[in-house]
T-cell receptor, first 113, second 112 residues
Framework: SQTIHQWPATLVQPVGSPLSLECTVE??????LYWYRQAAGRGLQLLFY??????ISSEVPQNLSASRPQDRQFILSSKKLLLSDSGFYLC????????????FGPGTRLTVL | AQSVAQPEDQVNVAEGNPLTVKCTYS??????LFWYVQYPNRGLQFLLK??????LVKGSYGFEAEFNKSQTSFHLKKPSALVSDSALYFC??????????FGAGTTVTVRA
């Protein structure tokens, strides 16, 4: 069966510090991968998605970047965090063939102080 | 452009009563529609989807949803709500199946 992991589960970082969040998927090959941010327990904002290694699509210009160094690894980064980067970050995957839903990881709670 | 509207921030029902969570959408072409549920500090869990076929879709935990093309709606329903159904529910739509737009969410509270 497939599983998706995110770490860390929680993170408190000062303004101006760097960020690296990691997401890995097990039990599948060539998944589509996604990063979302959820503010204040409400709607999801799609940040990045990837259909293959090294292929990243950015949905919202901002202080973050994403990379996919391996087929089942997706990393969210920032060089300098802003207060507004606080939120709940969710990684998701879906099988790359047709008509499939996305499956979400447990999330990372980021607080920027 | 694609978008989803969940017109109710909160829905409150008594246990055993029917539960309905509303969703309307806007998308070019045939829609791909999904419902997810989120418990506090957890990731989203998939409930059901409509891609094509029968307008009434059955999903996990006794939930179902009805696709209505003329009203561009995809309301989530459960005939008899449980206290454990209390959670945050999201509707999502896409013009394709790899990039979705999510609604703002509806908080469901089921009282004993």
């Amino acid at each position: 069966s497939q599983t998706i992991h995110q770490w860390p589960a929680t993170l408190v970082q000062p303004v101006g510090s760097p960020l690296s969040l990691e997401c890995t998927v097990e039990g599948t090959s060539n998944p589509n991968l996604y990063w979302y941010r959820q503010a204040a327990g409400r709607g999801l904002q799609l940040l990045f998605y990837s259909v293959g290694i090294g292929q990243i699509s950015s949905e919202v210009p901002q202080n973050l970047s994403a990379s996919r160094p391996q087929d089942r690894q997706f990393i969210l980064s920032s060089k300098k965090l802003l207060l507004s980067d606080s939120g709940f970050y969710l990684c998701a995957w879906r099988a790359s063939w047709r008509d499939n839903e996305q499956f979400f990881g447990p999330g990372t709670r980021l607080t920027v102080l | 452009a694609q978008s989803v509207a969940q017109p109710e921030d909160q829905v409150n029902v008594a246990e055993g009563n029917p539960l309905t969570v509303k969703c309307t959408y806007s998308v070019s072409g045939n829609p791909y529609l999904f419902w997810y549920v989120q418990y506090p500090n957890r990731g989203l869990q998939f409930l059901l989807k409509y891609i094509t076929g029968d307008n009434l879709v059955k999903g996990s935990y006794g939930f179902e949803a009805e696709f209505n093309k003329s009203q561009t709606s995809f309301h989530l329903k459960k005939p008899s709500a449980l206290v454990s159904d209390s959670a945050l529910y999201f509707c999502a739509v896409g013009a394709n199946d790899y990039k979705l737009s999510f609604g703002a969410g509806t908080t469901v509270t089921v009282r004993a």
